[in-house]
């Protein structure tokens, strides 16, 4: 390897459709006891952010990105973020990228090689996709950034294989290999892989992506599914959580198929910390994750990625959770 390689600061992007597992593989990735500190910076869809709110608290540097993909209307915000980083480079000795859910790993990856001050100070080590077992089949078929992702991956984390029979996880693993021969595939549950396997491995290989795109660093151009958008909701005082649970569980049984992606941190009334909800489609989870920050102001944010959404009915439903008004 090279002086000029070495010198070079390596770049992980993590990317996977939404609700696959990228903030879950991105906290163990944090919290690992690999002994190397890395700067973070978080792309969401939508003008509310929730995923910074997700990641768990450590010495890392966190940079978000909000309303907008970062593949397309805030590619610049990543040049100047990246530029800024370079100069505190002491700091860190790797950054980590978590895309929107939408978005194509490709222009992203362009970046680091059409950028000439991103190309002289950063490599792109790997681009790792994370792969929902379960629900990959309807995603392959009604979304082509899921093809993309998994197109430009090298490595691909394919999560959730307990959701799956053994016949599913055949189907699911041949699909992936229609779609990209190369990438190694990891079977995960909950994100649980081995670390040393995805972080500064050297895996992005140009000359295997101009073999199959030989156009990857002139196509510029990027189009999202326009029937895919995201609504963002925000309330002053505490949710009631039988409320919300009530309401949630009626809105994911009657749209949870519409509902690619939900996610919010919640004031729960008469607790301390911050609950974090997430679903996709129809599967639930949520847990508290940890204290509100100090001079924190204790909001409560829901954001809902999907198709047909009624949003006056989404925003009545969630200000009807909350607590009466003292």
Known sequence: MSDSTTAQIPVTVL?????????????????????????????????????????????????????????????????????GLMRRRGKFEGILIETTGLANPAPVAQTFFVDDEVRAKTRLDAIITVVDAKNLPAR??????????????DVIVLNKVDLVGPAEL?????????INHFARILPAEHAKVDIGTL?????????????????????????????????????????????FNAWMSQVLAEHGQD??????????????QRFAFQAVHMMADGDFIGPWKKDEKRLSRLVFIGRNMNRPQLRRGFEACQVDAA
Do not use: W
Not at 170 to 178: M, S, W
Not at 223 to 234: G, L
Not at 259 to 272: P, V
């Open 170 to 178: 055949e189907a699911v693993e041949g699909a992936i290999r229609k």
């Open 15 to 83: 990317t996977g459709y939404l609700g696959a597992g990228k903030t879950t593989l991105l906290n163990r990735i944090l919290t690992e006891q690999h002994g190397h500190k890395y700067a973070v910076v978080i792309n969401e869809f939508g003008e509310l952010g929730v995923d910074n709110d997700l990641v768990v608290d450590t010495d890392e540097e966190v940079f978000q990105m909000n309303n907008g993909c970062i593949c397309c209307t805030v590619r610049g915000d990543l040049i100047r973020i990246l530029n």
């Open 199 to 243: 972080l500064n491995r050297g895996a992005f290989d140009l000359k295997r992506i101009l073999a199959d795109h030989p156009k990857f660093l002139e196509d510029d151009s990027h189009e999202h599914n326009d029937d895919v958008y995201s609504i963002s909701f925000e309330l002053p005082r505490p949710v009631d959580p039988q409320k």
């Open 259 to 272: 509902l690619l992606r939900t996610k919010g941190i919640l004031d729960y009334a008469g607790e301390d």
């Open 140 to 153: 392959l078929a009604d979304s082509h950034e899921a093809v993309d992702q998994i197109a430009f991956a």
